[in-house]
């Protein structure tokens, strides 16, 4: 079945610090991708996303690019602000099924100190 | 335009109750979709609606069910209450592609259920 996996966290950055989480995947079909992000007490936002190979995401200063080679969607900020903590989510659909279904990663719970 | 709406927002159950759980999508979506968010098992999705008729169901007990109705509208119900069953329940909704390509789906804040 289809998969999507990212590192755990915690990650604890100081604020201006790069920020890399990592996500791979694995879809039974061609899927889009896509990253979202969950504010403390909040639901699920969209961040950004991909729908086809070599595909850059970009949104607040966030990027990501579709590696189909690498099965790869990794999330890429040059300075993170502590205002962008949060936990983030990589999850996938595959396009053109009929279906709604996004499959989700477990979570990387972003923190950014002053 | 009013976002996603869920209620409750909270809700506090004990073991063997049933609990129904509400969304409003955003206004023109047609597609609802429920989600489970636990910290062991992440988000799982639960089933999605479209045109008051189940699209698509993910792996859960029978005791979780939902329906839609004619205004977009949508309910979840689950019976006989677990203490697994514990969790941040969240619903989204998307506008229906004809095509086949992926609409952003939007989500509500959830309801955070807590079993006794």
């Known amino acids: 079945g289809d998969s999507v996996t990212q590192m755990e966290g915690p990650v604890t950055l100081s604020e201006e610090a790069f920020l890399t989480i990592n996500c791979t995947y694995t879809a039974t079909g061609y899927p889009s991708l896509f990253w979202y992000v969950q504010y403390p007490g909040e639901g699920l936002q969209l961040l950004l996303k991909a729908t086809k190979a070599d595909d850059k995401g970009s949104n607040k200063g966030f990027e990501a690019t579709y590696r189909k080679e690498t099965t790869s969607f990794h999330l890429e900020k040059g300075s993170v602000q502590v205002s962008d903590s949060a936990v983030y989510f990589c999850a996938l659909i595959i396009s053109g099924a009929g279906s709604y279904q996004l499959t989700f990663g477990k979570g990387t719970k972003l923190s950014v100190i002053p | 335009k009013a976002g996603v709406t869920q209620t409750p927002r909270y809700l506090i159950k004990t073991r063997g109750q049933q609990v129904t759980l509400s969304c409003s999508p955003i206004s023109g979506h047609r597609s609802v979709s429920w989600y489970q968010q636990t910290p062991g098992q992440g988000l799982q999705f639960l089933f999605e609606y479209f045109s008051e008729t189940q699209r698509n169901k993910g792996n859960f007990p029978g005791r979780f069910s939902g329906r839609q109705f004619s205004n977009s509208r949508s309910e979840m119900n689950v019976s006989t209450l677990e203490l697994g069953d514990s969790a941040l329940y969240l619903c989204?909704?998307?506008?229906?592609?004809?095509?086949?390509?992926?609409?952003?789906?939007?989500f509500g804040p959830g309801t955070r259920l807590t079993v006794l």
């Open positions: 989204a909704s998307s506008t229906h592609s004809t095509s086949g390509s992926y609409n952003e789906q939007f």
